[in-house]
């Protein structure tokens, strides 16, 4: 009974530990994905991170309906909601832009237009943080500075 339950141990040993060294593998991947990712969102941009007590939002005033590019089905699709920016208080260029940024609101919204119709409703809903990084970059080029470092948006596809 004792080498049956010693080989028995040995075999359970053997299974855990080559599912364990597959586990730690897919680990490993997966924190080289998500490396990769905000290796490729730093380089795009986006300020490195900005403490709440730092951060001011500034909504969009209207709720914006956005015409998307025809899909498949030939039919025109619309988004419908609100956007926000999220912005660096303690950032140099923040005090210049944010007591004007209300008269820029057109060209922000013209930005975010000019991106949502490059893309399909079912494209829109997919590439959520594309798009974000696409509006959030031409609107730093807007105002050739980073004090914006973060566009969110919520939007009802129809």
Same mark, same amino acid.
């Given at each position: 009974?004792?080498?049956?339950?010693?080989?028995?141990?040995?075999?359970?040993?053997?299974?855990?530990?080559?599912?364990?060294?597959?586990?730690?593998?897919?680990?490993?991947?997966?924190?080289?994905?998500?490396?990769?990712?905000?290796? *490729?969102?730093?380089?795009? *941009?986006?300020?490195?991170?900005?403490?709440?007590?730092?951060?001011?939002?500034?909504?969009?005033?209207?709720?914006?309906?956005?015409?998307?590019?025809?899909?498949?089905?030939?039919?025109?699709?619309?988004?419908?909601?609100?956007?926000?920016?999220?912005?660096?208080?303690?950032?140099?260029? +923040?005090?210049? +832009?944010?007591?004007?940024?209300?008269?820029?609101?057109?060209?922000?919204?013209?930005?975010?237009?000019?991106?949502?119709?490059?893309?399909?409703?079912?494209?829109?809903?997919?590439?959520?943080?594309?798009?974000?990084?696409?509006?959030?970059?031409?609107?730093?080029?807007?105002? *050739?500075?980073?004090?914006?470092? *973060?566009?969110?948006?919520?939007?009802? +596809?129809?």
């Amino acid at each position: 009974l004792l080498v049956v339950n010693i080989v028995l141990s040995a075999i359970m040993m053997i299974s855990v530990t080559s599912a364990s060294k597959k586990t730690a593998a897919l680990v490993a991947d997966i924190s080289t994905i998500i490396g990769l990712e905000i290796d *490729g969102v730093e380089k795009t *941009g986006v300020v490195g991170a900005v403490s709440q007590a730092d951060t001011t939002v500034y909504d969009l005033t209207d709720e914006t309906t956005i015409p998307l590019k025809n899909g498949e089905d030939g039919k025109a699709h619309y988004a419908v909601g609100k956007v926000s920016l999220s912005m660096n208080s303690k950032h140099e260029d +923040y005090a210049t +832009y944010y007591e004007t940024f209300s008269t820029r609101e057109g060209l922000i919204k013209d930005i975010i237009f000019s991106v949502f119709a490059n893309y399909t409703m079912e494209e829109a809903k997919a590439n959520s943080n594309q798009i974000k990084t696409e509006i959030l970059e031409k609107i730093q080029e807007l105002f *050739g500075s980073d004090f914006i470092f *973060g566009v969110s948006y919520s939007f009802l +596809y129809s």
